[in-house]
Protein backbone atom coordinates (compact mmCIF):
# COMPACT_ATOMS: atom_id res chain seq x y z
CA UNK A 1 0.00 0.00 0.00
CA UNK A 2 1.57 3.66 -0.93
CA UNK A 3 2.32 4.99 2.64
CA UNK A 4 1.48 9.21 1.91
CA UNK A 5 3.13 9.62 5.34
CA UNK A 6 6.10 13.17 5.94
CA UNK A 7 8.98 11.51 7.59
CA UNK A 8 9.23 13.07 11.42
CA UNK A 9 12.40 14.54 10.11
CA UNK A 10 11.40 16.71 7.34
CA UNK A 11 8.13 17.83 8.71
CA UNK A 12 7.04 16.73 12.60
CA UNK A 13 3.06 18.47 12.62
CA UNK A 14 2.97 17.26 8.50
CA UNK A 15 4.10 13.89 9.84
CA UNK A 16 1.27 13.84 12.89
CA UNK A 17 -1.70 14.76 10.44
CA UNK A 18 -0.56 12.25 7.92
CA UNK A 19 -0.35 9.52 10.56
CA UNK A 20 -3.88 10.49 11.94
CA UNK A 21 -5.50 10.96 8.38
CA UNK A 22 -3.92 7.71 7.07
CA UNK A 23 -4.46 5.48 10.19
CA UNK A 24 -8.10 6.51 9.65
CA UNK A 25 -8.47 7.71 13.01
CA UNK A 26 -10.10 11.27 12.79
CA UNK A 27 -10.98 13.74 9.76
CA UNK A 28 -11.56 16.83 9.02
CA UNK A 29 -15.67 17.58 9.59
CA UNK A 30 -17.80 20.05 7.58
CA UNK A 31 -17.44 22.43 10.61
CA UNK A 32 -14.45 24.52 11.05
CA UNK A 33 -12.70 23.55 14.05
CA UNK A 34 -14.49 19.83 14.75
CA UNK A 35 -13.14 16.68 14.11
CA UNK A 36 -14.53 13.87 13.15
CA UNK A 37 -13.03 10.65 15.12
CA UNK A 38 -13.23 7.40 13.02
CA UNK A 39 -13.01 3.92 14.29
CA UNK A 40 -9.83 3.55 14.60
CA UNK A 41 -9.56 6.65 17.07
CA UNK A 42 -12.66 5.52 18.54
CA UNK A 43 -11.30 2.54 19.27
CA UNK A 44 -8.81 3.73 21.50
CA UNK A 45 -10.51 6.10 23.34
CA UNK A 46 -13.18 3.32 23.89
CA UNK A 47 -10.20 1.51 26.25
CA UNK A 48 -8.75 4.68 27.28
CA UNK A 49 -13.01 4.96 29.12
CA UNK A 50 -12.59 1.55 30.30
CA UNK A 51 -9.31 1.91 31.56
CA UNK A 52 -9.93 5.00 33.48
CA UNK A 53 -13.13 4.26 34.66
CA UNK A 54 -12.59 1.04 36.55
CA UNK A 55 -9.94 3.34 38.50
CA UNK A 56 -12.27 6.24 38.90
CA UNK A 57 -14.64 3.73 40.47
CA UNK A 58 -12.20 1.86 42.21
CA UNK A 59 -11.37 5.12 44.09
CA UNK A 60 -14.99 4.99 45.04
CA UNK A 61 -16.18 7.62 42.06
CA UNK A 62 -19.43 7.59 40.24
CA UNK A 63 -20.91 8.92 36.83
CA UNK A 64 -23.43 10.73 36.42
CA UNK A 65 -24.48 13.24 33.64
CA UNK A 66 -25.43 16.89 33.57
CA UNK A 67 -26.51 19.35 30.82
CA UNK A 68 -25.12 20.51 27.90
CA UNK A 69 -26.52 23.85 28.07
CA UNK A 70 -25.26 26.37 30.99
CA UNK A 71 -27.37 29.29 31.93
CA UNK A 72 -25.58 32.63 31.35
CA UNK A 73 -26.09 33.55 34.58
CA UNK A 74 -24.23 30.42 36.01
CA UNK A 75 -21.17 31.59 34.06
CA UNK A 76 -20.52 34.54 35.05
CA UNK A 77 -21.17 33.77 39.01
CA UNK A 78 -17.40 32.64 39.21
CA UNK A 79 -15.54 36.34 38.55
CA UNK A 80 -12.28 34.38 37.19
CA UNK A 81 -13.83 31.49 35.66
CA UNK A 82 -16.29 33.99 33.30
CA UNK A 83 -13.34 35.25 32.74
CA UNK A 84 -10.79 32.63 31.52
CA UNK A 85 -13.40 30.73 29.62
CA UNK A 86 -16.10 33.11 28.33
CA UNK A 87 -13.93 34.33 25.13
CA UNK A 88 -13.76 30.89 24.03
CA UNK A 89 -18.09 29.51 24.43
CA UNK A 90 -19.94 29.07 22.27
CA UNK A 91 -23.58 30.82 23.06
CA UNK A 92 -27.30 29.48 21.87
CA UNK A 93 -29.24 32.96 21.79
CA UNK A 94 -31.96 30.99 20.08
CA UNK A 95 -34.31 28.00 20.60
CA UNK A 96 -37.62 27.08 18.62
CA UNK A 97 -37.42 29.22 16.60
CA UNK A 98 -37.39 32.20 19.38
CA UNK A 99 -35.02 34.29 21.00
CA UNK A 100 -34.57 32.87 24.36
CA UNK A 101 -34.97 35.00 27.37
CA UNK A 102 -31.25 34.27 28.89
CA UNK A 103 -28.49 33.28 26.79
CA UNK A 104 -27.64 29.37 26.84
CA UNK A 105 -23.57 28.78 26.86
CA UNK A 106 -22.53 24.78 25.59
CA UNK A 107 -20.69 23.54 28.06
CA UNK A 108 -16.58 24.07 28.08
CA UNK A 109 -16.48 22.70 31.36
CA UNK A 110 -19.18 21.64 33.62
CA UNK A 111 -18.33 23.53 36.95
CA UNK A 112 -21.32 25.51 37.36
CA UNK A 113 -24.25 23.45 36.58
CA UNK A 114 -22.88 20.95 38.66
CA UNK A 115 -22.24 23.41 41.67
CA UNK A 116 -26.08 24.82 40.96
CA UNK A 117 -27.21 21.07 41.86
CA UNK A 118 -24.95 20.65 44.51
CA UNK A 119 -26.80 23.01 46.43
CA UNK A 120 -29.53 21.75 46.16
CA UNK A 121 -28.19 18.34 46.97
CA UNK A 122 -25.88 19.29 49.88
CA UNK A 123 -27.17 20.32 53.11
CA UNK A 124 -25.25 19.03 55.87
CA UNK A 125 -22.12 17.21 56.67
CA UNK A 126 -23.50 13.59 56.42
CA UNK A 127 -24.49 14.60 52.35
CA UNK A 128 -20.44 14.49 51.68
CA UNK A 129 -18.28 13.64 50.18
CA UNK A 130 -19.95 14.09 46.67
CA UNK A 131 -17.16 12.08 44.45
CA UNK A 132 -19.08 12.03 40.51
CA UNK A 133 -17.29 11.92 37.41
CA UNK A 134 -19.04 12.77 33.74
CA UNK A 135 -18.08 11.37 30.39
CA UNK A 136 -19.26 13.84 27.94
CA UNK A 137 -18.37 16.24 25.37
CA UNK A 138 -17.58 19.85 26.00
CA UNK A 139 -16.53 22.63 23.45
CA UNK A 140 -14.38 25.65 23.16
CA UNK A 141 -14.29 27.83 20.22
CA UNK A 142 -11.13 26.96 18.25
CA UNK A 143 -10.39 27.94 13.92
CA UNK A 144 -7.05 26.37 13.67
CA UNK A 145 -7.66 22.59 14.11
CA UNK A 146 -5.50 20.01 15.13
CA UNK A 147 -6.57 16.54 15.26
CA UNK A 148 -7.30 15.17 18.38
CA UNK A 149 -4.49 18.52 20.00
CA UNK A 150 -7.29 21.13 19.34
CA UNK A 151 -10.60 21.12 18.55
CA UNK A 152 -13.88 23.13 19.29
CA UNK A 153 -15.78 20.19 20.86
CA UNK A 154 -13.94 17.28 22.27
CA UNK A 155 -14.48 14.42 24.07
CA UNK A 156 -13.85 14.38 28.08
CA UNK A 157 -14.41 13.22 31.44
CA UNK A 158 -14.67 15.70 34.14
CA UNK A 159 -14.85 14.53 37.71
CA UNK A 160 -16.34 16.83 40.25
CA UNK A 161 -16.21 16.44 43.81
CA UNK A 162 -17.37 18.22 47.01
CA UNK A 163 -16.10 17.78 50.54
CA UNK A 164 -16.25 18.75 54.47
CA UNK A 165 -12.54 19.87 54.55
CA UNK A 166 -9.81 21.42 52.70
CA UNK A 167 -7.72 18.60 53.99
CA UNK A 168 -10.53 16.52 52.42
CA UNK A 169 -10.21 18.32 48.89
CA UNK A 170 -6.80 18.36 48.83
CA UNK A 171 -6.07 14.44 49.07
CA UNK A 172 -8.48 13.86 46.67
CA UNK A 173 -6.74 16.62 43.82
CA UNK A 174 -3.82 14.34 44.35
CA UNK A 175 -5.17 11.40 44.23
CA UNK A 176 -6.69 11.71 41.19
CA UNK A 177 -3.53 12.86 39.27
CA UNK A 178 -2.03 9.92 40.71
CA UNK A 179 -4.73 8.37 39.13
CA UNK A 180 -3.45 9.72 35.91
CA UNK A 181 -0.05 9.46 36.40
CA UNK A 182 -0.45 5.15 36.84
CA UNK A 183 -2.64 5.89 33.90
CA UNK A 184 -0.93 7.39 31.86
CA UNK A 185 2.61 5.29 32.93
CA UNK A 186 0.96 1.85 33.03
CA UNK A 187 -1.68 1.82 29.70
CA UNK A 188 -0.25 4.87 27.72
CA UNK A 189 3.35 3.97 28.09
CA UNK A 190 4.26 7.71 28.45
CA UNK A 191 6.29 9.00 31.26
CA UNK A 192 4.81 11.69 32.38
CA UNK A 193 6.26 14.65 35.25
CA UNK A 194 3.33 15.29 38.08
CA UNK A 195 3.44 18.55 39.67
CA UNK A 196 2.10 21.92 40.55
CA UNK A 197 0.98 24.38 38.24
CA UNK A 198 2.52 28.69 38.38
CA UNK A 199 -0.32 30.86 39.63
CA UNK A 200 -0.40 32.06 36.22
CA UNK A 201 -0.56 28.91 34.62
CA UNK A 202 -3.85 27.76 36.86
CA UNK A 203 -7.28 26.73 35.89
CA UNK A 204 -9.55 29.66 35.71
CA UNK A 205 -11.54 29.31 39.64
CA UNK A 206 -8.84 27.33 41.42
CA UNK A 207 -6.69 27.42 44.06
CA UNK A 208 -3.95 25.11 43.21
CA UNK A 209 -3.49 23.23 39.55
CA UNK A 210 -1.70 20.34 38.97
CA UNK A 211 -0.74 18.19 36.38
CA UNK A 212 1.31 15.72 34.31
CA UNK A 213 3.20 16.92 31.74
CA UNK A 214 4.95 14.19 28.95
CA UNK A 215 7.32 15.23 26.12
CA UNK A 216 6.33 14.32 22.71
CA UNK A 217 9.17 13.40 20.11
CA UNK A 218 9.29 16.40 18.92
CA UNK A 219 10.76 17.46 22.54
CA UNK A 220 8.08 19.63 22.65
CA UNK A 221 5.97 19.24 26.30
CA UNK A 222 1.99 18.00 26.27
CA UNK A 223 0.00 18.79 29.41
CA UNK A 224 -2.08 15.17 29.53
CA UNK A 225 -4.27 15.49 32.49
CA UNK A 226 -4.77 18.16 34.94
CA UNK A 227 -6.45 18.33 38.81
CA UNK A 228 -7.66 20.74 40.31
CA UNK A 229 -8.18 21.96 43.86
CA UNK A 230 -11.42 25.39 43.66
CA UNK A 231 -10.69 25.96 47.65
CA UNK A 232 -14.40 27.08 48.29
CA UNK A 233 -14.51 29.63 45.07
CA UNK A 234 -17.70 27.46 43.49
CA UNK A 235 -19.36 27.00 46.75
CA UNK A 236 -19.19 30.72 47.24
CA UNK A 237 -19.99 31.53 43.77
CA UNK A 238 -23.20 28.87 43.95
CA UNK A 239 -23.74 29.42 48.14
CA UNK A 240 -23.42 26.24 48.61
CA UNK A 241 -23.14 25.79 52.42
CA UNK A 242 -23.45 22.79 54.82
CA UNK A 243 -23.88 22.14 58.20
CA UNK A 244 -20.86 20.78 59.99
CA UNK A 245 -20.39 18.04 63.23
CA UNK A 246 -20.70 21.09 65.73
CA UNK A 247 -23.65 22.71 63.97
CA UNK A 248 -22.28 25.38 62.17
CA UNK A 249 -22.46 26.33 58.26
CA UNK A 250 -19.68 26.51 56.38
CA UNK A 251 -18.97 26.75 52.64
CA UNK A 252 -18.29 23.04 50.47
CA UNK A 253 -14.75 22.64 49.45
CA UNK A 254 -14.30 21.68 45.80
CA UNK A 255 -11.93 19.79 43.37
CA UNK A 256 -12.03 18.97 39.92
CA UNK A 257 -10.21 16.60 37.30
CA UNK A 258 -9.64 16.04 33.43
CA UNK A 259 -8.35 14.27 30.70
CA UNK A 260 -9.59 14.34 27.35
CA UNK A 261 -9.37 12.80 23.64
CA UNK A 262 -6.12 14.72 23.52
CA UNK A 263 -4.29 11.80 25.10
CA UNK A 264 -4.73 9.92 21.68
CA UNK A 265 -2.21 12.90 20.14
CA UNK A 266 -0.21 12.41 22.91
CA UNK A 267 -0.25 8.36 22.06
CA UNK A 268 0.90 9.06 18.23
CA UNK A 269 3.49 11.51 19.24
CA UNK A 270 5.27 9.47 22.01
CA UNK A 271 5.39 6.49 20.06
CA UNK A 272 4.61 6.39 16.79
CA UNK A 273 6.86 6.10 13.55
CA UNK A 274 7.32 6.75 9.78
CA UNK A 275 5.67 3.74 9.37
CA UNK A 276 2.39 5.04 10.78
CA UNK A 277 1.17 4.28 14.38
CA UNK A 278 2.73 2.28 17.33
CA UNK A 279 0.10 1.28 19.77
CA UNK A 280 1.27 0.08 23.31
CA UNK A 281 -0.41 -3.48 23.59
CA UNK A 282 -2.67 -2.53 26.91
CA UNK A 283 -4.53 0.17 23.72
CA UNK A 284 -4.40 -1.64 21.04
CA UNK A 285 -8.36 -3.53 20.71
CA UNK A 286 -6.58 -5.99 18.28
CA UNK A 287 -3.06 -6.27 19.21
CA UNK A 288 -2.15 -9.45 17.07
CA UNK A 289 -2.52 -9.83 13.29
CA UNK A 290 -1.84 -13.05 11.47
CA UNK A 291 -1.07 -12.81 7.58
CA UNK A 292 -0.71 -16.03 5.94
CA UNK A 293 1.30 -16.21 2.50
CA UNK A 294 1.21 -18.30 -0.88
CA UNK A 295 1.04 -18.33 -4.67
CA UNK A 296 0.14 -21.84 -5.74
CA UNK A 297 -3.12 -23.63 -5.00
CA UNK A 298 -1.62 -26.50 -3.44
CA UNK A 299 0.57 -23.89 -0.70
CA UNK A 300 -2.77 -22.11 -0.15
CA UNK A 301 -4.31 -25.13 1.28
CA UNK A 302 -1.78 -25.77 3.73
CA UNK A 303 -0.71 -22.57 4.71
CA UNK A 304 -4.34 -21.86 5.44
CA UNK A 305 -5.10 -25.08 7.76
CA UNK A 306 -1.88 -23.86 9.50
CA UNK A 307 -2.89 -20.24 9.94
CA UNK A 308 -6.36 -21.08 11.01
CA UNK A 309 -5.22 -23.45 13.34
CA UNK A 310 -2.77 -20.47 14.96
CA UNK A 311 -5.78 -18.58 14.47
CA UNK A 312 -8.29 -20.57 16.91
CA UNK A 313 -5.34 -21.26 19.55
CA UNK A 314 -4.22 -17.34 19.65
CA UNK A 315 -7.61 -16.15 19.63
CA UNK A 316 -8.48 -17.99 23.06
CA UNK A 317 -6.33 -15.29 25.10
CA UNK A 318 -6.17 -12.47 22.10
CA UNK A 319 -8.36 -10.47 20.09
CA UNK A 320 -6.75 -11.46 16.45
CA UNK A 321 -6.87 -10.30 13.21
CA UNK A 322 -6.78 -13.19 10.58
CA UNK A 323 -5.84 -11.55 7.19
CA UNK A 324 -7.33 -13.64 4.57
CA UNK A 325 -8.15 -11.05 2.36
CA UNK A 326 -7.74 -12.53 -1.61
CA UNK A 327 -7.56 -8.75 -3.15
CA UNK A 328 -4.55 -7.16 -1.46
CA UNK A 329 -0.71 -8.81 -1.57
CA UNK A 330 1.23 -9.67 1.74
CA UNK A 331 3.37 -6.73 1.14
CA UNK A 332 0.19 -4.32 0.95
CA UNK A 333 -1.28 -5.88 4.07
CA UNK A 334 1.89 -5.71 6.19
CA UNK A 335 2.10 -1.52 5.57
CA UNK A 336 -1.80 -1.52 6.25
CA UNK A 337 -1.33 -2.83 10.01
CA UNK A 338 2.16 -1.41 10.32
CA UNK A 339 0.16 2.21 9.66
CA UNK A 340 -2.23 1.21 12.01
CA UNK A 341 -0.36 -0.28 14.75
CA UNK A 342 -0.79 -3.55 15.87
CA UNK A 343 1.69 -4.55 18.18
CA UNK A 344 2.59 -7.69 17.03
CA UNK A 345 2.63 -9.41 13.03
CA UNK A 346 3.11 -13.28 12.63
CA UNK A 347 3.50 -13.94 9.00
CA UNK A 348 2.82 -17.51 7.64
CA UNK A 349 4.37 -19.00 4.31
CA UNK A 350 4.46 -22.24 2.60
CA UNK A 351 8.42 -23.04 4.53
CA UNK A 352 7.05 -21.98 7.75
CA UNK A 353 4.84 -24.54 7.54
CA UNK A 354 7.42 -26.93 6.38
CA UNK A 355 9.85 -26.32 8.80
CA UNK A 356 7.16 -25.95 12.19
CA UNK A 357 7.50 -22.31 12.10
CA UNK A 358 6.08 -18.47 11.86
CA UNK A 359 7.70 -15.43 11.62
CA UNK A 360 6.81 -12.80 14.48
CA UNK A 361 7.67 -9.40 13.80
CA UNK A 362 7.33 -6.70 16.60
CA UNK A 363 5.87 -3.31 15.52
CA UNK A 364 7.62 -0.99 18.04
CA UNK A 365 11.20 -2.34 17.28
CA UNK A 366 10.12 -4.10 13.97
CA UNK A 367 12.39 -6.49 14.94
CA UNK A 368 11.84 -9.84 12.95
CA UNK A 369 12.24 -13.56 14.77
CA UNK A 370 11.52 -17.13 13.51
CA UNK A 371 9.71 -18.68 16.53
CA UNK A 372 8.55 -22.54 16.78
CA UNK A 373 4.91 -23.12 15.84
CA UNK A 374 4.71 -25.30 19.35
CA UNK A 375 6.33 -21.87 21.28
CA UNK A 376 4.51 -18.78 19.38
CA UNK A 377 1.43 -18.93 22.14
CA UNK A 378 3.75 -18.88 25.14
CA UNK A 379 5.53 -16.28 23.35
CA UNK A 380 3.06 -13.96 22.15
CA UNK A 381 1.76 -14.19 25.96
CA UNK A 382 5.09 -13.13 26.88
CA UNK A 383 6.33 -10.59 24.42
CA UNK A 384 3.12 -8.05 24.58
CA UNK A 385 3.62 -7.20 28.03
CA UNK A 386 7.05 -6.69 27.76
CA UNK A 387 6.54 -4.55 24.44
CA UNK A 388 4.53 -2.54 26.80
CA UNK A 389 7.05 -1.98 29.34
CA UNK A 390 10.05 -1.81 27.21
CA UNK A 391 7.98 1.18 25.25
CA UNK A 392 7.11 3.21 28.47
CA UNK A 393 11.16 2.92 29.49
CA UNK A 394 12.37 4.20 26.13
CA UNK A 395 9.96 6.83 26.09
CA UNK A 396 11.23 7.71 29.69
CA UNK A 397 14.99 7.18 28.33
CA UNK A 398 14.41 9.67 25.54
CA UNK A 399 12.80 12.13 27.99
CA UNK A 400 15.91 11.74 30.23
CA UNK A 401 17.93 12.71 27.67
CA UNK A 402 16.08 15.70 26.34
CA UNK A 403 15.83 17.43 30.21
CA UNK A 404 18.57 19.74 30.52
CA UNK A 405 19.58 21.54 33.51
CA UNK A 406 20.60 25.34 33.47
CA UNK A 407 21.95 27.98 35.59
CA UNK A 408 21.36 30.84 33.57
CA UNK A 409 18.77 32.75 31.32
CA UNK A 410 20.82 31.94 27.57
CA UNK A 411 21.40 28.70 28.11
CA UNK A 412 18.01 28.12 28.90
CA UNK A 413 17.11 30.41 25.69
CA UNK A 414 20.29 28.28 23.59
CA UNK A 415 18.58 24.94 24.46
CA UNK A 416 14.86 25.90 23.93
CA UNK A 417 15.46 27.66 20.78
CA UNK A 418 18.25 25.39 19.57
CA UNK A 419 17.38 21.16 20.04
CA UNK A 420 14.10 21.64 22.55
CA UNK A 421 13.36 19.61 25.28
CA UNK A 422 12.77 20.11 29.14
CA UNK A 423 14.82 22.69 31.30
CA UNK A 424 15.08 22.22 34.81
CA UNK A 425 16.13 25.73 36.20
CA UNK A 426 15.66 27.78 38.98
CA UNK A 427 12.70 30.44 39.45
CA UNK A 428 12.05 32.57 42.16
CA UNK A 429 8.36 32.15 41.77
CA UNK A 430 8.03 35.79 40.48
CA UNK A 431 5.32 35.88 37.73
CA UNK A 432 7.39 38.68 36.02
CA UNK A 433 9.94 36.34 35.32
CA UNK A 434 7.77 33.64 33.98
CA UNK A 435 6.58 36.15 31.39
CA UNK A 436 10.08 36.92 30.07
CA UNK A 437 10.45 33.45 29.59
CA UNK A 438 8.21 32.94 28.06
CA UNK A 439 8.42 36.47 25.54
CA UNK A 440 12.01 35.55 24.51
CA UNK A 441 11.73 31.84 23.61
CA UNK A 442 7.83 30.53 23.83
CA UNK A 443 8.48 28.50 26.49
CA UNK A 444 6.55 28.07 29.66
CA UNK A 445 6.50 26.74 33.26
CA UNK A 446 4.90 23.17 32.71
CA UNK A 447 4.53 22.69 36.40
CA UNK A 448 6.78 22.68 39.34
CA UNK A 449 7.69 18.67 39.91
CA UNK A 450 6.48 17.06 43.28
CA UNK A 451 10.06 15.13 43.26
CA UNK A 452 12.35 17.81 42.73
CA UNK A 453 15.47 17.80 44.77
CA UNK A 454 15.08 20.47 47.07
CA UNK A 455 18.06 22.31 46.91
CA UNK A 456 18.58 26.57 46.63
CA UNK A 457 19.73 28.37 43.64
CA UNK A 458 19.14 31.67 41.87
CA UNK A 459 16.23 32.14 39.60
CA UNK A 460 17.35 31.92 36.29
CA UNK A 461 16.09 35.05 35.13
CA UNK A 462 16.25 37.94 38.13
CA UNK A 463 18.74 36.10 40.25
CA UNK A 464 17.07 36.25 43.36
CA UNK A 465 16.95 33.27 45.77
CA UNK A 466 15.19 30.17 44.17
CA UNK A 467 13.37 27.19 46.37
CA UNK A 468 14.07 24.66 43.70
CA UNK A 469 14.01 23.80 40.33
CA UNK A 470 10.61 24.19 37.96
CA UNK A 471 10.15 22.33 34.44
CA UNK A 472 10.52 24.90 30.95
CA UNK A 473 9.38 24.22 27.95
CA UNK A 474 7.27 24.76 24.72
CA UNK A 475 3.71 23.20 25.01
CA UNK A 476 0.71 22.19 22.59
ZN1 LIG B 1 13.06 35.53 39.20
Known amino acids: MAKNITPRATDYSKWYTDVVIQAKMADYSPV ?43 MKKEAEHVEGFAPECAVV ?13 IRPTSETIIWSMYKKWIMSYRDLPILINQWANVMRWEMRTRLFLRTSEFLWQEGH ?29 IPVIAGRKSESEKFAGAVHTYSIEAMMQ ?45 LIGALIMTHSDDNGLVLPPKLAQRPVVIVPIYRK ?49 IEIGPRDVENNKVVLVRRDTMKKDFVDRQAIAAVVDETLPRMQVEMLERARAFQKANTHKVESFDALKDIISGDGGFVSAHWC ?41 VIFSKAY
Open 429 to 469: GDAACETRVKEATKATIRNIPFDRDEEKGACVCCGKPSEGR
Open 218 to 262: DKKALQAGTSHNLGQNFARAFDVQFQNKEGGRQYVYATSWGVSTR
Open 93 to 105: THGGGQELEESLY
Open 161 to 189: TAHATAEEAEEETLKMLNVYKTFAEEYLA
Open 297 to 345: DEEKTKVMAYADALYRELSEKHKVIFDDREQYKPGYKFAEWELQGIPLR
Open 32 to 74: KGSMVIRPNGYAIWELIQKYLDLMFKDTGHVNAYFPLLIPESF
